[in-house]
T-cell receptor
Framework: RKEVEQDPGPFNVPEGATVAFNCTYS??????FFWYRQDCRKEPKLLMS???SGNEDGRFTAQLNRASQYISLLIRDSKLSDSATYLC????????????FGGGTRLMVKP | GAVVSQHPSWVICKSGTSVKIECRSL??????MFWYRQFPKQSLMLMAT?????????EQGVEKDKFLINHASLTLSTLTVTSAHPEDSSFYIC????????????FGSGTRLTVV
């Protein structure tokens, strides 16, 4: 079983739609959680950190459920520019603070 | 914000030659840098952890003699792909941590290596 699992998609949605991505992680020692965005042939860029209390940044809402070891990302009012691959990323303390990446979920927003 | 400068952006080399990739942290000191590899349609896979002033730590299955890592200063880490072969063609990317763990990591812009 992969340490961080995501539905690879692709998710094809129309502009203005609301879309949700899910992610599960297997290591209960995981401490920090992030969503990164990666455009084709580019480096990943931090979208937002994820906290147990849930956090929102504009049209993006991230949630963490430590008991279920589940992370989610909700995108409201999708824009064409949201088309990218979204990476669920987990930081595990005690392993050199290294990041473990999920396989990514590809989103395609269409006019 | 924190910036990691990675060069070159892309390189094409002949099989059997060596290629050096540089990553510099421009506005923070990176005691540790991470090197990843990404094959098409796959996620980033950690290759090694580069520690300033000491030997790198390699992930299982990554040949340390083939992928030489040097981290001689707090702002520079290099990855040298020695005797490159077509199967080494990939997207190589480094990352550093500018602050505390909760802040996340900053990535270089990546190097697309094609070995012909």
């Amino acid at each position: 079983r992969k340490e961080v699992e995501q539905d690879p998609g692709p998710f094809n949605v129309p502009e203005g739609a609301t879309v949700a991505f899910n992610c599960t992680y297997s290591n209960s020692a995981s401490q920090s959680f992030f969503w990164y965005r990666q455009d084709c042939r580019k480096e990943p860029k931090l979208l937002m950190s994820v906290y147990s209390s849930g956090n929102e940044d504009g049209r993006f809402t991230a949630q963490l459920n430590r008991a279920s070891q589940y992370i989610s990302l909700l995108i409201r009012d999708s824009k064409l520019s949201d088309s990218a691959t979204y990476l669920c990323v987990v930081n595990r303390k005690g392993a050199g603070n290294m990041l473990t990446f999920g396989g990514g979920t590809r989103l395609m927003v269409k006019p | 914000g924190a910036v990691v400068s990675q060069h070159p952006s892309w390189v094409i080399c002949k099989s059997g030659t060596s290629v050096k990739i540089e990553c510099r942290s421009l506005d923070f000191q990176a005691t540790t840098m991470f090197w990843y590899r990404q094959f098409p349609k796959q996620s980033l896979m950690l290759m090694a952890t580069s520690n300033e002033g000491s030997k790198a730590t390699y992930e299982q299955g990554v040949e340390k003699d083939k992928f030489l890592i040097n981290h001689a200063s707090l702002t520079l880490s290099t990855l040298t792909v020695t005797s490159a072969h077509p199967e080494d063609s990939s997207f190589y990317i480094c990352s550093g941590q500018p602050g505390q763990a909760l802040v996340g990591y900053t990535f270089g812009s990546g190097t697309r290596l094609t070995v012909v």
